[in-house]
């Protein structure tokens, strides 16, 4: 069966079935440099039939041996495509983004020798602290693994700088079907999807989060360069799929493991428009010494267990 059109530089034969594979809801493609645009609603007769995007295998498959560098994903894709086409990036070494307006208002713009000590300061601190930490880190993940059956660690696509999609890492405070349950909990939920009284979280898993302690993990992926210690809220994408037009340019900007929401509101305050708008003055008005007191306000909220639930 002949996977591609414009995947590939020259059509591939695989001998894949069309029996035991996954159907998508993708539409069409557009290639443009190394860089593979996925949209959910093409202009009629624009795009011709793509085999590649009928199926999880076939898409793979097609990823594996494409020469592009890294997918573009239309933001009106439905959610479960998006973690469908990550997925497939992942586990064929490419780059996935989503499609995000421009924004203007990024401190590594408008500073960039303060961004660079940031960045720099980023990596020392996270290196520094999971040096001092590894043993309670050790000790937590050894509460995870005892009070509950599944991984010690929950992984989740989060919308990162620029758009650029990757998985955030928490210590594990729910329960395995955690994620099967998730729309049907929140259907009534129009602000972040966060409950106050969540059933599916654990015994271990309430203590970890009162103090935040599950959020530790996340010095990997600053380490990594998918965060940095301070910054705006790192949007899962059933959250970020809901923000408005006008604020979507807030998810351009490196997220952080604290904020000005974490600090100031946190959960008290889940109005999605509001908290992209508290992002987007963070944003215009950032500093170096604006995180330096952010981080020492986190302190005194974490070991008081402020608006953590």
């Not at 202009?43 to 995007?53: E, T, W």
């Not at 439905?78 to 995000?100: H, M, P």
């Not at 880190?137 to 929950?154: H, R």
């Not at 604020?247 to 992209?276: C, K, Y």
Request: proline share 6%.
């Amino acid at each position: 069966m002949i996977l591609s059109t414009a995947l590939l530089k020259t059509p591939k034969i695989l001998p894949l079935s069309r029996a035991n594979t996954e159907k998508l809801a993708f539409s069409g493609l557009v290639w443009r440099q190394q860089w593979l645009m996925i949209l959910s609603s093409p202009s009629a007769k624009a795009f011709p039939a793509i085999p590649a995007l009928q199926n999880v295998a076939w898409l793979q498959a097609c990823l594996k041996q494409s020469p592009v560098k890294a997918v573009r994903l239309d933001m009106t894709l439905e959610e479960s495509a998006i973690k469908t086409c990550a997925d497939a990036c992942i586990n064929t070494g490419k780059q996935v983004f989503v499609r995000l307006p421009a924004a203007s208002c990024l401190p590594k713009a408008r500073a960039p020798y303060a961004w660079y000590f940031k960045r720099v300061a980023d990596w020392l601190v996270a290196a520094g602290l999971i040096l001092f930490l590894s043993p309670l880190l050790l000790l937590l993940a050894g509460l995870v693994y005892f009070n509950s059956p599944g991984p010690i660690f929950f992984k989740q696509w989060r919308v990162g700088q620029r758009g650029r999609l990757f998985q955030i890492l928490k210590f594990r405070t729910m329960r395995m079907d955690a994620e099967a349950l998730h729309h049907e909990l929140m259907a009534d939920q129009t602000g972040l999807h966060k409950l106050e009284q969540d059933p599916r979280v654990t015994s271990v898993g309430q203590w970890l989060r009162k103090y935040s302690l599950d959020e530790l993990p996340q010095l990997f992926n600053v380490l990594r360069g998918e965060m940095s210690l301070v910054g705006p809220r790192p949007l899962a994408l059933y959250d970020a799929l809901r923000i408005s037009d006008k604020n979507r340019t807030r998810l351009n900007a490196l997220p952080g493991m604290t904020g000005f929401w974490q600090v100031q509101m946190r959960s008290h305050q889940r109005d999605l428009e509001i908290v992209s708008q508290l992002d987007l003055d963070y944003l215009k008005t950032w500093s170096p010494l604006k995180d330096f007191q952010l981080m020492l306000l986190t302190f005194p909220k974490v070991l008081s267990g402020f608006g953590a639930f």
